[in-house]
């Protein structure tokens, strides 16, 4: 993997706590700065709390995709991930 698509990967996953979803179980990857997300996508539960209501993951994960896309040098993004 070339240091700059390391960089690259290393960027997105900064990006990623700033969104209400669980990225456990979801991998990052970037290939010739094209950014790959794989695996599943849920959204944070909140414990013991009632009435809160549980984002769209769909939604959420779109907001994710056009913060990703506007890092520079990020020439696309591709989703290939289950949500909960």
Request: proline share 6%.
């Amino acid at each position: 993997m070339p240091l700059e698509d390391k960089a690259m990967r290393r960027r997105v996953e900064r990006e990623l706590p700033r969104f209400d979803l669980d990225f456990t179980f979801t991998t990052v990857s970037v290939i010739n700065q094209v950014v790959y997300f794989g695996g599943r996508v849920r959204p944070i539960r909140a414990r013991g709390l009632r009435g809160v209501d549980r984002p769209d993951t769909r939604r959420e994960m779109m907001k994710v995709v056009e913060a990703v896309r506007a890092i520079p040098g990020v020439k696309d993004v591709v989703l290939d991930c289950q949500f909960d």
